[in-house]
């Protein structure tokens, strides 16, 4: 609705001033009140779910196991022997002094450790989680309902 007036103005609404034939024109201005209010037009609703998956993991696993054995030797060296190496097999001298006239060295045994290495397969279930998120809309208004529900 509008409160301007049509403009339905003549000559004849015109103010003559004296005799020289001045005319009088009245001067009008019109102003605008604009305003702004927040109204709800409807609600939004967020839920938030979290949901579990199993799923089977696999990787290989490399053990080593270790086998030992005593080898006698009795052997009478010059000197005690190094450690070696023989393709998988460490080999660990063992020494003794034994009294004799002279004193020399026998070998007593030698350690002989190997290495066997296995791999397996390694399988385990494990637990994952994601979320999920739903929206519900609520009673959505049009923006001339919420006008109407705001003036009521």
Do not use: C, W
């Amino acid at each position: 609705m509008s409160d301007i007036a049509s403009d339905d103005r003549n000559e004849s609404s015109f103010i003559r001033a004296g005799d020289e034939g001045t005319l009088v024109i009245p001067v009008l201005e019109e102003s605008l009140d604009v305003s702004k209010e927040l109204v709800e037009t409807g609600v939004v609703r967020v839920h938030k779910a979290v949901r579990e998956r199993e799923v089977v993991i696999s990787e290989p696993l490399t053990s080593e196991t270790v086998h030992v054995e005593h080898v006698p030797m009795d052997v009478i060296v010059d000197g005690p022997p190094a450690v070696r190496i023989e393709g998988n097999v460490t080999v660990i001298p063992v020494v003794e002094e034994v009294l004799v006239t002279t004193k020399q060295l026998r070998l007593v045994e030698e350690v002989r450790i190997t290495r066997l290495q296995s791999t397996s397969v390694y399988t385990q279930n494990v637990a994952l989680r994601a979320e999920n998120v739903t929206v519900e809309r609520h009673a959505p208004l049009s923006p001339m309902k919420a006008a109407e529900e705001r003036l009521d």
